[in-house]
């Protein structure tokens, strides 16, 4: 007689493998909480029984025949893969890093790609896949399966109640203290993740745009009025020496007469989220991303005011920001002359004074830069700007040391430093003509290896400052001063801010007169008439 297994049964072994074998940042983490000791031994079992007993009910419940072992086989796959990214860079796979993947352009996920990610996804993905695909299955008729799966479903409930009472004590710690732990569940919290981001994506109600602010007007008096507002990446603020750190990492920034801001807080931990809030009148406690997408953006109504708006691009786009205004991409060689192993953000820069001269009346430029995108920082600056070494030459970050990720990571904050400082010649150029302004701000900051994280896109509630506390910095051209009171700016330059601020502050800086307008949200300050 050959060898066969009911379905019930690989539905079982396959849990068991994921539990035991996908799951060890999960149990990481829960030992750091539940420690491994005689009292908690029982628990941190049980936690193992009630995984592989979800798992199978979810399996067993949502199957057939026909469907099982595909089912089988592509939980396997995305598990060994979130598997990978969960113990390589400590992230947690929610639906805002899906949006994120999903958002990402193909050179971006090739830095991801490494051998220990193609090693995770053969041995802990394709081999046992084949085996599932493999292994004869004996199915009953369709009553004996019904009858199968009723008795398999009322067994795992039973045992997943009896654990819960059992350890009832840590159970209530776990689910209602430690709750972040259960977003380290593979695959099912990655899976949840993934059915939350396509309903938000594609069975959401169409709506409407809304529109906003249209009232907007340019302020009658004054001048004509250039704004640039570079969108940085990435950048923490602790590794710019403006913010006091060690390394000259702004060495061309200090000599110009710039306004540092030192407390700035991000909207977001990705860009997913960030940019978007950044130019939205939401603010971060009442942000949701279906109604910022939904709704018009300080640009829009910058726009309707008269003024010209463009937004050039050398990251991956502007996540639905700039859909209504000039859009130029500069990934590409097309667009950007720059580019030797990927575009450099100073690409922006050419070609930009053609535009505004081309221009009638007051002009706003977003440049989005490709900044501090990690993994592979060594390959975000060109070779010049190498001050500090030796850095990581490699995208898998784990396999470097602290001080060599550093190293990398430094060189573009001195990239950085270089192309803020090239932004403002370029608006010292056109300083007789304008009333002319640079506003800087990184969308998030990056963790380079402290708690263990790296990378960024950590649930803002339980993110480190690292990632939320973010560069930022604004320079005046001398029409600019003559309305803008730089002092009184630069006297509370040290006092908390965050991406809220901007929107009002882009509408203040661009004179653009509208009920939406909240003064005391606005960083700048105006001289008094
Ligand atoms: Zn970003």
């Known amino acids: ?45 049980s936690l193992g029984v009630v995984l592989t007993a979800v798992i199978t009910l979810l399996v067993t419940l949502l199957s057939s025949r026909y469907t099982l072992k595909l089912l089988l086989i592509t939980l396997v796959l995305i598990a060994s893969l979130s598997n990978y ?7 947690i796979l929610d639906d805002t890093m899906i949006q994120n993947a999903m958002e990402t352009n193909i050179n971006e996920s090739m830095d991801l790609l490494t051998w220990k990610l193609i090693a995770y996804f053969f041995f802990l993905g394709i081999l046992p896949s084949l085996l599932i695909y493999r292994v004869p299955v004996a199915y009953g008729s369709f009553k004996e399966e019904v009858w ?21 004590r840590f159970y209530t710690s776990f689910f209602r203290e430690n709750k972040p732990l259960r977003y380290y569940t593979n695959p099912t919290f990655c899976l949840y993740s993934t059915g939350k981001y396509i309903y938000n ?25 250039l704004t640039i507002v570079v969108v940085g990446e990435a950048a923490r603020a602790n590794r710019f020496s403006l913010n006091g750190y060690e390394r000259q ?39 949701s991303d279906k109604e910022a997408k ?3 953006n300080v640009l829009d109504i910058v726009k309707r005011s008269g003024a010209s708006v463009l937004w050039r691009d050398n990251n991956s786009d502007s996540k639905g920001v700039a859909l209504r205004v000039a859009y130029q991409d500069y990934r590409s060689s097309q667009n950007n002359t720059l580019c030797d192993e990927e575009c450099r953000d100073e690409g922006m820069l050419v070609g930009l004074q053609e535009y505004v001269d081309a ?59 270089y192309f803020l400082s090239k932004t ?78 901007l929107f009002h502050t882009i509408l203040g800086v661009m004179g653009v007169q509208t009920a939406l307008y909240d003064q005391t949200k606005d960083i700048l300050i105006y001289q008094k008439k």
């Open 148 to 168: 199968g799966k009723t008795k398999c479903i009322a067994l795992m409930i039973l045992i997943s109640l009896v654990m819960l009472f059992s350890f009832n």
């Open 424 to 501: 403002i010649a370029f608006l010292k150029q056109n300083d007789k003509n304008f009333q002319t302004a640079m506003i800087y701000m990184a969308d998030h900051g990056e963790s380079l290896g402290e708690k263990g994280l790296y990378l960024h896109g950590i649930p803002y509630f339980m993110a480190p400052d690292e990632q939320t506390h973010v560069g930022a910095l604004m320079w005046f051209g001398e029409k600019s001063k003559e309305r803008i009171d730089v002092q009184t700016v630069r006297q509370k330059a040290g006092e908390e801010y965050s991406h809220d601020n």
């Open 85 to 91: 990214f969960m113990n390589t860079y400590n992230v």
């Open 359 to 417: 221009q009638k009346g007051d002009v706003v430029i977003v440049l989005h830069q490709m900044g501090n995108h990690g993994p592979a920082y060594y390959k975000r600056y060109p070779k010049n700007f190498e001050k500090f070494t030796p850095v990581c030459q490699t995208n898998q970050v784990e396999k470097c040391t602290s001080e060599e990720i550093g190293n990398a990571y430094d060189n573009v904050i001195l990239y950085t430093d």
């Open 201 to 225: 994506t594609f069975y959401k109600k169409e709506t409407t745009l809304k529109q906003i602010g249209l009232d907007a007007k340019r302020a009658e008096n004054g001048g004509r009025k």
């Open 249 to 287: 990492t702004n060495p061309l920034l200090e000599k110009e007469e710039i306004v540092n801001f030192s407390k700035v807080y991000s909207c977001g931990t990705s860009t997913a989220i960030s940019v978007p809030c950044m130019f939205s009148m939401l603010e971060r406690k009442n942000y």
């Open 1 to 45: 007689m050959q060898f066969k297994l009911t379905s019930s049964r690989l539905i079982v072994i396959v849990a068991l493998f994921l539990v035991c074998v996908d799951n060890i940042s999960f149990f990481k983490h829960v030992l750091e909480v539940y420690e491994f000791s005689l009292s908690n031994i029982g628990f941190l079992l």
């Open 294 to 296: 939904a709704t018009e």
